[in-house]
């Protein structure tokens, strides 16, 4: 399978615990993104990569949370100190890209599904 | 503020009949415009994209889209529904031209009738 693949798909954890979650893109996409998905609402976007730089973040994105690309390949959100709030599926995305053009599509991973007791 | 407005949180039609999922949106930059589509357990797969070239856009699986800028509409349409079509339906935008990033409507939940 070429698609986007992100580990785990499910994480339960208990409230204050630290979880870390992985995605892989597609082999030649230089984009990555992140974003999280509650119950009933449409995808949020978190934060973006370009290879192993973070260009963007949005406000969404608590110093709770943090992301990395060292290698401009797999990327990892990591949540310190879960809350319940964070009770969410959070997805991961690849794209093609130069320069500022956002036509180029984004290819979608499953998800991971984090429930916070 | 820019935006995108899912009219209906859920449509229910009968197999065989027309689908229409309608999007308003607001941008104040020319706008780049998605259907994403997401069946149960699966990702997010996009259907179709208007990036200001033609503004009729046919995607997969018999969907199409009007970018309507009088009207501030991307209404997405399918002349005969099918089983399969059943699943959550996103209007998707870019914030502004050249944003890498998507803004996502709230979604609209099909059912289809056999």
């Known amino acids: 399978d070429t698609g986007v693949s992100q580990d785990p798909r499910h994480k339960i954890t208990k409230r204050g615990q630290n979880v870390t979650f992985r995605c892989d893109p597609i082999s030649e996409h230089n984009r990555l993104y992140w974003y999280r998905q509650t119950l009933g609402q449409g995808p949020e976007f978190l934060t973006y990569?370009?290879?192993?730089?973070?260009?963007?973040k949005s406000r969404l994105l608590s110093d709770r949370f943090s992301a990395e690309r060292p290698k401009g390949s797999f990327s990892t959100l990591e949540i310190q100190r879960t809350e319940q709030g964070d009770s969410a599926m959070y997805l991961c995305?690849?794209?093609?890209?130069?320069?500022?053009?956002?036509?180029?599509?984004?290819?979608f991973g499953p998800g991971t599904r984090l429930t916070v007791t | 503020a820019q935006s995108v407005t899912q009219l209906d949180s859920h449509v229910s039609v009968s197999e065989g009949t027309p689908v229409l999922l309608r999007c308003n949106y607001s941008s104040s930059y020319s706008p780049s415009l998605f259907w994403y589509v997401q069946h149960p357990n699966k990702g997010l797969q996009l259907l179709l994209k208007y990036t200001s070239a033609a503004t009729l856009v046919k995607g997969i699986n018999g969907f199409e889209a009007e970018f309507k800028k009088s009207e501030t509409s991307f209404h997405l349409t399918k002349p005969s529904a099918h089983m399969s079509d059943a699943a959550e339906y996103f209007c998707v935008v870019t914030l502004q031209t050249g944003a890498n990033n998507l803004f996502f409507g709230t979604g609209t939940r099909l059912t289809v009738i056999p």
């Open positions: 990569f370009q290879n192993e730089a973070q260009l963007e």
């Open positions: 995305a690849s794209s093609l890209g130069s320069g500022t053009s956002s036509s180029y599509e984004q290819y």
